[in-house]
């Protein structure tokens, strides 16, 4: 194989060419590394680079591949980590100034564990200012640019994850997904998205933005690749106090090219108002193929609560974020500001210099639910909200296997469309935030384009049932040829 083509390969496809020795984990990281150097200051999906280590790091592969014969689905191939992901030695900034030169001394649980089947940390991924953002215009660095248009947005806040693994600087990547931040990057971009149920990947080194709906996940070209990629990353660990010692399944078992007997459902709510016509299309296309594989179609689900999600969501995530960013105070660690007169002085200076406009916005938004007098009229009522969102979901699982929805109501907009007006922005994670506050598994997959433009298909499904999810995904994909296509970055 050419060596401009290693970049463009599958995790499975490269897997098989490490294992009869046709190619090494050295020329398959080169490879990925040349496409970063030729093509990152268009797409600009990379905070750091690590090239001498992940090519350092190849080289002990390709001698541990040789003297033991030990490979695993993940050994040797490049992988990009999203920057709120802690990396042991490699900076890990949050797309933000106040953690701008922030090297963790450990690595997240994930990190632990695809570090033990060999795999090659090629880079950090740019990414909105602490995962608050939908465009990936909030990083404190520079914006990243989506490779089908350059002057359009590719999503977020796992933008950058998306951009690398659709442009060839990376096979696959880890991302996180507090309100749709792994699956509208991953419908704007052409690539698969997962978000996990909640408790099934550690968070453990994931650094928070809002605790209770955080998950990681993983960005892949296909499903059969998310599926090797959850094998590696989900179960148990006791270090997260969230999460869950459920069973986990080898998922690449569920992966069969059909769908007979599923009962899906098409809830109505979420063809909100606004949604493009290519979208609708493009989901009513997604629909039929799925019938035409022996699925039974229900157009009629509903889940009336849902339209309240987007409102406690962004009652329930600021809060959380208020709490959790409290700790940057230019005490401890990160951003300081060095010539205050007094600690409160630091304090305010450090957070009004070191914190962008987006994440000082949520963090006023939380901690004015929160405040005194306003807790219960808001951020209680917010949680209740939550309760009658999981207990639909509930019922509607009773009845169906899995849902499909759009990722997103548009097409990836122009960069600076939104950025003034704030609530249009949020708008962009209609369809994905509810199944952050239900925490249930949802995956994006190519679904069709407008123009030269992707579209995601979003699948639903039940609560530690990524295997179904991940079977309607496969069962639609190989119908399909849409995740076959590459952009070409000009």
């Not at 897997?15 to 496409?35: F, I």
């Not at 971009?189 to 978000?195: F, M, W, Y």
């Not at 179609?297 to 009652?315: C, G, H, Q």
């Not at 901690?367 to 917010?382: C, E, I, K, P, V």
Request: a negative charge; charged letters at 25%.
């Amino acid at each position: 194989m050419h060596e401009q083509e290693l970049n463009q390969l599958t995790i499975h496809e490269a897997h098989e060419l490490l294992k009869s020795r046709q190619v090494s984990a050295v020329e398959l990281t080169q490879s990925v590394l040349k496409r970063t150097s030729e093509g990152e200051d268009r797409v600009r999906a990379c905070i750091t680079v690590t090239d001498d280590i992940a090519l350092a790091e190849a080289a002990r592969v390709d001698n541990h591949i040789r003297t033991s014969g030990e490979i695993t689905p993940l050994t040797g191939i490049p992988v990009m980590i999203k920057d709120v992901i802690c990396t042991r030695g490699i900076r890990t900034t949050c797309g933000s100034k106040m953690l701008e030169h922030f090297v963790p001394p450990y690595d997240a649980t994930v990190i632990e564990k695809i570090r033990a089947e060999n795999a090659i940390i090629v880079g950090k991924a740019n990414m909105d200012e602490f995962a608050m953002g939908s465009s990936n215009e909030h990083s404190a660095f520079f914006p990243t640019r989506n490779p089908w248009d350059l002057s359009r947005v590719p999503g977020g806040s796992s933008g950058g994850s998306a951009v690398a693994v659709a442009a060839g600087e990376a096979i696959y990547a880890l991302g996180s997904d507090t309100g749709g931040s792994n699956r509208q990057p991953a419908g704007f971009c052409n690539v698969v998205g997962l978000k996990p149920t909640y408790g099934r990947v550690s968070r453990f080194g994931l650094i928070a933005f809002a605790s209770s709906l955080d998950q990681i996940g993983p960005m892949t070209r296909d499903v059969t690749d998310c599926a090797l990629v959850m094998n590696a990353i989900a179960g148990h660990d006791p270090q997260d106090s969230t999460s869950v010692p459920h069973p986990v399944p080898d998922y690449t078992r569920k992966l069969i090219p059909d769908v007979k007997g599923l009962r899906l459902g098409v809830p109505r709510e979420y063809l909100v108002e606004g949604t493009e016509s290519e979208v609708r299309l493009a989901l009513e296309a997604s629909v039929k193929k799925l019938s035409e594989l022996g699925a039974e179609i229900d157009w009629e689900a509903s889940l009336p609560y849902t339209r309240y999600a987007l409102t406690a969501f962004y009652i329930l995530a600021p809060s959380e974020a208020s709490a959790n960013l409290a700790r940057y105070d230019g005490v401890k660690y990160g951003f300081s500001v060095p010539d205050a007169r007094n600690v409160i002085e630091a304090t305010e200076r450090t957070r009004e210099e070191g914190f962008g406009p987006e994440v000082k916005r949520r963090i006023m938004l939380g901690t004015y639910a929160l405040s005194s007098g306003y807790h219960d009229a808001h951020y209680l009522r917010a949680q209740k909200v939550r309760t009658l969102i999981i207990r639909e979901f509930d019922r509607a699982f009773e009845r169906y296997d899995a849902l499909i929805t759009p990722t997103s109501p548009t097409v990836p907009f122009k960069l600076g469309d939104k950025l003034e007006d704030p609530v249009q922005m949020y708008l962009s994670d209609v369809c994905t935030l509810p199944i952050n506050i239900a925490g249930v598994p949802a995956i994006s997959v190519p679904g069709g384009f407008a123009g030269s433009l992707p579209i995601g298909v979003q699948i639903v499904g039940r609560p530690f049932d990524e295997e179904t999810v991940l079977r309607v995904a496969y069962a639609y994909e190989q119908a399909t040829d849409w995740h076959t296509r590459r952009p070409e970055i000009r």
